[in-house]
């Protein structure tokens, strides 16, 4: 099922370090809070380094993480040059 990406997305196959994500995350939520959104954030960061056109945020029914993403996706999107999430 993945084959069609494996060449336009291997960054998206591409599994980073927590402390890689935390770091590149850090600049949207404070790296104090423990879990996913910080991780959720470095990983968005890494798709725009990777030169992807837009990001989806897929997220359970008041996920509290999923929530706190989407509270800062307006900043990364500022951040970057109007990058589609």
């Given at each position: 099922?993945?084959?069609?990406?494996?060449?336009?997305?291997?960054?998206?196959?591409?599994?980073?370090?927590?402390?890689?994500?935390?770091?590149?995350?850090?600049?949207?939520?404070?790296?104090?809070?423990?879990?996913?959104?910080?991780?959720?954030?470095?990983?968005?960061?890494?798709?725009?380094?990777?030169?992807?056109?837009?990001i989806?945020?897929?997220?359970?029914?008041?996920?509290?993480?999923?929530?706190?993403?989407?509270?800062?996706?307006?900043?990364?999107?500022?951040?970057h040059n109007?990058?589609?999430?």
């Open positions: 099922m993945s084959r069609p990406f494996k060449k336009s997305g291997k960054k998206l196959f591409k599994e980073s370090s927590i402390k890689d994500l935390i770091s590149k995350g850090k600049s949207y939520i404070h790296d104090s809070y423990r879990g996913d959104p910080v991780l959720s954030m470095g990983r968005a960061v890494e798709y725009i380094e990777a030169d992807y056109d837009g989806v945020n897929i997220i359970p029914f008041h996920c509290m993480p999923g929530t706190a993403v989407n509270a800062v996706l307006e900043k990364l999107q500022r951040d109007d990058i589609h999430c």
